[in-house]
């Protein structure tokens, strides 16, 4: 038999188990004495400190209330004596007689018979500064000289050997100066105060300060006999508790002094007088009765502790003798148990994947604790069930009938192999697992382990990816790339069916006005908004996808007909015009739509949305807000506008562009009022290129801004050279485009290139449609007004042609409304024509503008014009567009002098 006995080594470690107990339990006596006596002290500590604390402040408010009672009683004397009725009278006499020795006399026994009050000397001075009494000892040089704040007069606190307070009174009569009064009073008291501090311990000190600029200049106090100057703040930048007084705060504080020592100080500002109190004792006086008392506690507590010791030794020895040997046999009996299984528990409890084995029927023998976390069930719930609990159908039905055919075929398909598949948690839900199975034998009986890991999160990140690469961020519809990926799959099916469908390319119209002027905020979610309006205008199969920026692309997947799809645009239309509020903002907007129909406009993704896109040009062209399908036409006029911006561009490279110049005249008296500057192209192998093709070009492709600025820039230059050449041309008009109004620099840009060219802001005038100006009114009335602060005058062009809101007319700053020649032209043959312009010319007279005709032809148009009152005319029939030098010959002949 083996024996029982414990091996050597055990046997030698009992007696030093047992001590270690002992010395343990010592330890913690000796911690929990020490942690007491630590306690103990501490509260003797705190007790002093609050003690103190409380003694200082209420010594030091009872001090600072009594300097500030002598100060305003002492101040009161001398106010009581400048306003005596007799002392008045008296100065009165003698201001207005030096000579009177009677008054004289009568101020020098007052000043005397004071003396007896408590004033060490006291002056009367008369209204012209004089010295007309004394009486009594001045101090001429103290050693120290602090003003005193008051309502009352000059008051200072000085030091000469004592403190005394100076006090210099006017003596007023009947609201008129007619003298003052200087007293000074010994203040006996308030040097006492001084010395008692010392009652508070040999290092007690009472410090009473002033501020001197950067420093603080101090009296004499307990430890220092004379006066002194400190710095605010210690070398280190702590400021001094005195500091704190001064500026106006009241407290208690643990801090070094001037002396560099450190102490417990009370202080507090001395009233509103301008002075600052400290009262104090160095810290060491205040704890050395401490450190006395913890010496004695120290003794008393070292001694409990060795007797504690003691007799914790021989009451536990025996205890804990015991105590070792029962866990040593416990120890030794279950050693060997605990190793085997504890390894493998902590293996199984510690990973994260879920270990499941299963007999060869499937049921379940062991479901560690991370299948417990992966599938919700406890082990005691599925521990003796099948498998197929944890599987969903179909899996479910066909588990027993695999794992029966594979014992007895030995056919295998996942044994062996990690493969992705679904699992059913005990909620019910269906989720994807990493799983992977092994066969073993435990005497000669074969089961199988599955190790499975949850791939839930990971799945989830894949398709989260997946979405971010196929999706808008912002409207979270389908991108590009997903959209054209649609629409190849559309085409696939179409070629396979036969059939047709259509990619319409959508554009919202002057969603950039929108989105400068009232922020990107505002314009996401416009933009949000717009896709959930097209996306509920859609057909559940139909795709709408964004392009980017303020595009968007749809897909419609099955069409009867080609005109389906302009019943689809059509809803579209009219759900995007409705109103939008965002933000306490009702926004309106409007869509261009391009359609291309598949096969007819292309057989490919890139051509079907190329084509689409250019029919949602042509919708531009014709006024936006409509849809246009595409045609073959589209395709050469798309081509002509490609290639009319490539030859602007290289037009205003080679500087082909000129100006040509048209005068505005005066109906009174048939002078030249302006002239306007209008841009011409002549092209070399095109003629010349007519501004309405070119200049809508410039505008989409935004060269109108750089354009528009260098016409303004010629246009100044030329006037500055006629004005040179003495030609008096009043003002030179340059049209403003919708895009160049639009830029957020416009007014910095304009007012540069006039300093640039030195033309006179009220040289130039600039003239605007009122369809641009009414995108943003708000916003166009404060960029007009900031034009016209410069003092460039404003015109309203082609009025009648646009919104013609009368409301916003009214508010507009502009200084010239130009009707337009469509109303013009048939003036003298239209009857409403006729009313239209006379109204015209009636508001905007009533309104303080002046009115402009443009396109007059005829004598019998201007002999209308001047009959209704019109105040400027333009066109034909005085001079068409000119160029400079033929203007120049023009302006020469009609302005030279007779």
Known sequence: MHSQSPPPAALQSQPYRQHRIILVAGAILIAVAVFIGALVFYIMQRHAEQFLSNNLQSSLQSRKDLTVSEIHVDIEKVVTIATRPFLIGQLRQVNAHAGDASAREALDRAAQSFLMTGFSSLAIYGKNGALIAHTGSSILQPDLAVPIHNAFGQVQLLFSGGLVLRVAIAIADGGQTVGKVVAEMPLPELGKMFNDA?????????????????????????????????????????????????????????????????????????????????????????YAPLWAQLHSLVLALAGVIVFALLLLYWSLMPLVGRLVRSERQAHLTSASLRDSEGRTRAILDNIDEGIVTIAADGIIELFNPGAERIFGYTGDEVIGKNLSILMPEPDQSAHDRYLEHYLYTGEKR????????????????????????????????????????????????????????????????????????????????????????????????????????????????????????????????????????????????????????????????????????????????????????????????????????????????????????????????????????????????????????????????????????????????????????????????????????????????????????????????????????????????????????????????????????MENPEESIIRLKQLQALGIELSLDDFGTGYSSLSYLKRFPIDKLKIDQSFIHDITTDRKDEAMVAAIIVMAHRLNICVVAEGVETEAQLAFLREHGCDQYQGYYFSKPLPDNELSLMLGSIMAPA
């Open 198 to 286: 010392k009652t508070l311990g040999t290092t007690g000190e009472l410090v009473m300060c002033a501020s001197d600029g950067g420093s603080m200049v101090c009296f004499p106090s307990t430890l220092k006999s004379r006066v002194f100057r400190l710095n605010e703040r210690m070398p280190d930048g702590v400021p001094l508790p005195m500091t704190d007084a001064l500026d106006g705060k009241t407290g208690f504080v643990q801090a070094r002094d001037y002396r560099r020592q450190q102490v417990i100080a009370a202080y507090t500002p001395v009233g509103n007088l301008g002075l600052g109190m400290v009262l104090k004792m160095d810290s060491a006086e205040l």
């Open 414 to 773: 996942i044994i062996g192999l990690g493969r992705e598949v679904c699992a059913l948690r005990k909620n019910g839900e269906i989720f994807p697992v990493d799983l992977r199975i092994s066969e073993f034998s435990v005497a000669g009986t074969r089961r199988f382990i599955g190790i499975v890991r949850d791939i839930t999160e990971r799945r989830a990140a894949e398709a989260k990816i997946m979405h971010l690469a196929n999706h808008d961020t912002l409207t979270n519809l389908p991108n590009r790339n997903l959209v054209q990926d649609r629409v190849q799959q559309a085409i696939a099916r179409a070629q396979r069916a036969n059939s047709r469908f259509a990619v319409m390319f959508i554009d919202l119209d002057k969603f950039k006005v929108i989105n400068d002027s009232l922020g990107h905020d505002i314009g996401d979610l416009l933009l949000q908004t717009v896709a959930q309006r097209l996306t509920e205008s859609l057909r559940t199969g139909d795709t709408v996808g964004r392009q980017g920026g303020d595009e968007f692309i749809v897909l419609l997947d099955s069409l009867n007909t080609p005109e389906d799809a302009a019943l689809v645009a059509h809803k579209m239309l009219l759900s995007l015009a409705a109103p939008y509020q965002l933000n306490g903002y009702e926004l309106y907007t409007s869509a261009s739509i391009g359609i291309a129909v598949y096969p007819q406009d292309g057989d490919n993704v890139e051509t079907l949305l190329k084509n689409s896109d250019t029919a949602m040009y042509h919708a531009k062209d014709n006024g936006r807000s409509n849809y246009q399908f595409f045609t073959q036409s589209m395709n050469a006029i798309a081509a002509e506008r490609l290639q009319l911006e490539s030859h602007l561009r290289q037009a205003m490279e080679r500087s082909e562009l000129l100006l040509h110049y048209q005068p505005l005249v005066n109906l009174a008296d048939n002078s030249i009022a302006a002239t306007e500057a209008l841009l011409r192209w002549p092209h070399s192998s095109l003629g010349m290129i007519s501004p309405d093709r070119f200049i809508p070009v410039a505008e989409d492709s935004g060269l109108i801004v750089p354009l528009g600025e260098w016409v303004l820039r010629q246009a100044c230059m030329q006037l500055r050279k006629w004005h040179d050449r003495n030609i008096p041309l009043r003002r030179m008009v340059v049209n403003l485009s919708p895009r160049q109004f639009r830029q957020p620099h416009l007014v910095q840009t304009f007012s540069g290139i006039l300093n640039e060219t030195g033309v006179d802001p009220r040289w130039l005038g600039l003239e605007i449609t009122e369809s641009v100006i």
